[in-house]
T-cell receptor
Framework: SAVISQKPSRDICQRGTSLTIQCQVD?????MFWYRQQPGQSLTLIAT?????????ESGFVIDKFPISRPNLTFSTLTVSNMSPEDSSIYLC??????????FGSGTQLSVL | GQSLEQPSEVTAVEGAIVQINCTYQ??????LSWYQQHDGGAPTFLSY????GLEETGRFSSFLSRSDSYGYLLLQELQMKDSASYFC???????????FGKGTKLSVIP
């Protein structure tokens, strides 16, 4: 199993500002994934982050809005840029635990005013 | 791409058995997973099926029929702590990415 520390756990931000979410894993992993979960909704994959290469973004998500860093095999950040109220959501990082199993961080609940 | 359908809500009595169904439409389907998420918590992995048939893990079992593009999660001896949202998720061949269903909110009542 993998233990994932994600912070902040929650934040309230002003429109137009940016927030960086950090995700630390207790073991080295090749791929890390960032998901968004809007209230009462399903999980939507934002991007896949590989160490040493550019993140791969899903349809509807762009690097300018959600820049991702992956400086090493245990750490990644997701920045939500130029925020608007529509960005209010829970953001989750996850790692592949093998055998089609994902481990998730505890999530960051973001509210944009 | 992939899309998954599951009921939005299910209510069941403590001690009973409940089945949560999931149908999927996919290209390149590889397997079906199930995750549990309590309110305010992170999703946690429950089970995975790549082959047809039933996988049993304690009180929870999961079933897959690839020919019917259908699967289900079976929860036995329901406990109050089983009240949570349950998501089915499909993976594609050669891909680590999961596509999640919209989730089923299970309420267990006394």
């Amino acid at each position: 199993s993998a233990v994932i520390s994600q912070k902040p756990s929650r934040d309230i931000c002003q429109r137009g500002t940016s927030l960086t979410i950090q995700c630390q894993v207790d073991s080295q992993v090749t791929m890390m994934f960032w998901y968004r979960q809007q209230p009462g909704q399903s999980l939507t994959l934002i991007a896949t982050a590989n160490q040493g290469s550019e993140a791969t973004y899903e349809s509807g998500f762009v690097i300018d809005k959600f820049p991702i860093s992956r400086p090493n095999l245990t750490f990644s950040t997701l920045t939500v840029s130029n925020m608007s109220p529509e960005d209010s959501s829970i953001y989750l990082c996850s790692v592949d635990g093998g055998n089609e199993k994902l481990f998730f961080g505890s999530g960051t609940q973001l509210s944009v005013l | 791409g992939q899309s998954l359908e599951q009921p939005s809500e299910v209510t069941a009595v403590e001690g009973a058995i409940v089945q949560i169904n999931c149908t999927y439409q996919t290209s390149g389907f590889y397997g079906l997973s199930w995750y549990q998420q309590h309110d305010g918590g992170a999703p946690t992995f429950l089970s995975y099926n790549a082959l047809d048939g039933l996988e049993e893990t304690g009180r929870f079992s999961s079933f897959l029929s690839r020919s019917d593009s259908y699967g289900y999660l079976l929860l036995q001896e329901l406990q109050m702590k089983d009240s949570a949202s349950y998501f089915c998720a499909a993976s594609g061949a050669g891909s680590y990415q999961l596509t999640f269903g919209k989730g089923t909110k299970l309420s267990v009542i006394p």
